[in-house]
């Protein structure tokens, strides 16, 4: 008895004769192709009329062989890798241009603190300098101040004890 039986838009042919038939005619081979051949075919696509024909014996049925190998199945489906790899190259290279700018501006800004911070710095020491150098001038100043008055003291007493020991001696014994 000769079955087929649909599967999700394709056929198995349960006789095996009948399955030789339409591989050969599909591949167009003779009669004879090989068991290791015949095993070897991708799935047969009939379509519903040609199924009720090859039932009835009307017609031999068209066969189209819709493998993943067949050129023509492919073509989309590369263009349509193709694109997708293109838009993901695309994708990839905007994060990469995004990713750099973000860098980018993260160490612009952090150049521009750093500028900020020497700045900052530079002012704060300068006017530390500043205090100190007025310190030191005011006390230096003072210094001067306090060592030309122990001078001039220092110079009258000194001034005093020759007037005492030697000047007023000798007046006295002018005066005599």
Not at 8 to 31: C, F, K, P, Y
Not at 137 to 159: F, G, H, M, P
Request: hydrophobic residues 30%.
């Amino acid at each position: 008895e000769d079955r087929e039986v649909m599967l999700n838009g394709s056929i198995s042919v349960q006789n095996e004769a009948l399955r030789q038939q339409l591989v050969s005619d599909a591949l167009g081979m003779s009669q004879r192709a090989s068991a290791a051949t015949l095993r070897s075919t991708n799935t047969l696509q009939h379509t519903q009329s040609d199924l009720t024909a090859v039932r009835y014996g009307r017609r031999a049925p068209i066969v189209t062989n819709r493998s993943p190998t067949a050129p023509l199945a492919h073509a989309p489906r590369q263009r349509r890798n193709a694109e997708d790899r293109e838009r993901a190259r695309a994708e990839l290279r905007e994060k990469y241009d995004e990713e750099q700018e973000r860098i980018k501006r993260g160490l612009q800004m952090r150049r521009e603190q750093q500028l900020r911070d020497e700045e900052e710095r530079f002012v704060r020491l300068y006017n530390e300098l500043m205090m100190e150098e007025e310190d030191f001038v005011s006390l230096v100043k003072e210094y001067c101040v306090l060592d030309d008055e122990n001078r001039r003291r220092k110079q009258e007493a000194l001034c005093r004890e020759w007037h005492e020991k030697v000047f007023n001696k000798v007046q006295r014994q002018i005066g005599k």
